[in-house]
């Protein structure tokens, strides 16, 4: 089996594709993309229940270095709710996000993984290399600024 450095290796690279100018608004949108493709590239194999469970735990073992994760719901039948942690973002109570988004996704990814035996990983790994902002979100670049870096 993987370990939790591969998994950690993956999201690293993702975030390190992400704009680093992003709003802490932004960055949230970001990190929910993510968390629901993974969700949702496991919802079939695993089911309802398995992945409420799953999701759970993570969230529980997040909230504990990271309280503001604590805002994040899951529920069996509607999947990730962000709407308390979205609200706790606007109202300037952020500290923690990026760090404990990159906690939940490698967390999430490494569970996942050793749940079943690594078989859904390389594709974990696909779909969450291909989550981005669309453009509309993305920070716009001033005027005669290089964007070749």
């Not at 229940?49 to 503001?68: C, D, K, M, W, Y």
């Not at 606007?90 to 988004?101: H, I, K, P, V, Y």
């Not at 509309?136 to 070749?148: N, S």
């Amino acid at each position: 089996m993987l370990d939790e450095s591969r998994h950690a290796t993956c999201v690293d690279a993702w975030l390190d594709r992400a704009d680093r100018n992003l709003s802490t608004e932004a960055f949230l949108q970001l990190f929910e993309a993510a968390l629901t493709v993974l969700w949702k590239q496991t919802l079939t194999t695993l089911g309802e229940v398995t992945l409420s469970a799953i999701a759970g735990r993570v969230l529980h073992n997040a909230s504990e270095q990271f309280p503001l994760f604590s805002s994040l719901k899951v529920e069996r039948q509607r999947g990730l709710q962000f709407e308390e942690l979205r609200a706790q973002v606007r109202a300037g109570r952020d500290s923690g996000l990026r760090e404990g988004s990159r906690f939940v996704l490698v967390e999430f990814l490494t569970v996942l993984g050793n749940l079943t035996a690594e078989i859904l990983t390389p594709e974990l790994h696909a779909e969450l290399s291909k989550v981005a902002l669309p453009e509309a979100v993305r920070p716009r670049v001033a005027a005669g600024e290089d964007t070749t870096s």
